[in-house]
């Protein structure tokens, strides 16, 4: 069991611990956590049971509310510890030391518990307390520097690419945590960097600074040491297309009709091809053109030319491959309705990802957890709604 005392810097964690199985209970302010306040919302209506960032982090947990600023909130936070194997919380460092729940606080409670940490500088060092956005550690972890067009300034990947990153890390390191618990009885504080973990995809740049001292520059979408390799138009949008090597490159040229003057046997030389990219690239762009990237695809693949279309994320749900594999399925949410909701991108034989409950409501579990399990009475549950512990 999970208690889930993170907001969007560790949902990635806590929804990929959800769907391997565990128990995860959402736990919120009263106020219902700072996620249910971001858009998009349903029908474009704010409301914190219409967030579809909320309703998509947070499928297949339960849901409570629990003020731990008070000392009777932190009460039954240690009433449910008793019960839970881990705690994924994503704070300012030193915050639950404040409330008194520290992991040596947790530990004396429950001894085997597991505390998971996702902060985007750690839990110690110089930057511990700074704030930590996912743009700030995209940045200072180093793959924002390679990102963007050559002599252009570096930009941001879409989406929330560090702390995506950092919870896949988090899951894993809390599920190292409870194989080493099983064998020694006793938790451990998993602390996860989202800066450290947006530098693991930095591919070969932090070994090849240490080796030799070069940093790895802008590209753009165009690999340097490949021609053909670039994004190229076409009717309906891009594909990316490789052929680098020279089975590639001869099956490309052939399907062009072997134009002059690539048609010459020197321009099978790779590194000819890359020192006029400018015209190689020309050449290929003036063929994509003429052609839709369903066309380009079906032949390249006909050919065993590597063509790629580019899908924007609508055109990817309805793809035949999505489709297949079943990797949106539909969740009935009490306000938002049915929608689809992205499965994780791994499929366990034995025991599939689970999808037995939309995202919770702002406290809908209360009273099945409070009265349920801790035996509180329904009396005494509304007394703690009224004195804002709940």
């Not at 297949?324 to 009935?332: A, D, H, I």
């Not at 406290?363 to 004195?387: D, K, S, V």
Request: glycine fraction near 10%; include cysteine.
């Amino acid at each position: 069991r999970v208690l889930d005392l993170a907001d969007e810097k560790g949902a990635h964690c806590v929804k990929t611990l959800a769907e391997l199985g565990a128990d995860v209970i959402k736990v919120e302010p009263p106020q219902g956590d700072s996620m249910r306040s971001l858009p998009p919302f349903a029908g474009d209506v704010p409301h914190p049971d219409r967030s579809l960032w909320f309703a998509y982090y947070n499928t297949d947990k339960r849901g409570i509310t629990l003020n731990l600023e008070t000392e009777e909130g932190r009460e039954l936070f240690k009433g449910l510890l008793a019960r839970c194997d881990v705690v994924a919380e994503s704070f300012s460092p030193g915050k639950l030391g404040q409330d008194g729940l520290d992991f040596e606080s947790l530990q004396r409670v429950n001894p085997g518990i597991i505390l998971t940490s996702i902060t985007g500088f750690g839990q110690n060092g110089p930057r511990s307390a700074y704030k930590a956005p996912d743009l700030v550690c995209f940045a200072m972890g180093g793959p924002m520097y390679p990102s963007g067009e050559r002599g252009q300034a570096p930009c941001v990947a879409p989406g929330n690419l560090a702390y995506g990153v950092a919870g896949a890390w988090a899951a894993a390191g809390t599920i190292l945590a409870l194989y080493s618990r099983a064998a020694t009885g006793v938790g451990q504080h998993v602390d996860v960097s989202a800066q450290e973990a947006a530098a693991m995809i930095t591919d070969s740049a932090i070994t090849r600074h240490s080796y030799e001292g070069s940093i790895v520059p802008r590209e753009g979408s165009t690999y340097p040491w490949i021609t053909p390799g670039d994004l190229y138009p076409c009717k309906d949008g891009w594909v990316r297309i490789v052929a680098g090597q020279l089975v590639h490159w001869r099956r490309l040229l052939a399907w062009v009709g072997a134009p002059e003057p690539l048609n010459d046997p020197s321009w099978e030389n790779r590194e000819k091809r890359n020192q006029n990219k400018l015209l190689v690239d020309r050449m290929i762009s003036d063929f994509t053109r003429r052609f839709s990237r369903a066309e380009l695809f079906a032949e390249g693949q006909k050919l065993g030319v590597p063509v790629t279309p580019v899908n924007a994320p609508g055109e990817y749900i309805k793809s035949e491959t999505a489709q297949s594999r079943n990797f949106f399925v539909g969740v009935e949410h009490p306000v938002l309705g049915r929608h689809p909701y992205a499965a994780p991108p791994y499929k366990l034989s034995a025991t599939p990802a689970r999808k037995e409950r939309p995202a919770p409501l702002v406290g809908q579990h209360n009273e099945e957890i409070y009265c349920g399990e801790l035996g509180l009475t329904r009396e005494e549950l509304c007394g703690m709604r009224a004195r804002r512990v709940i």
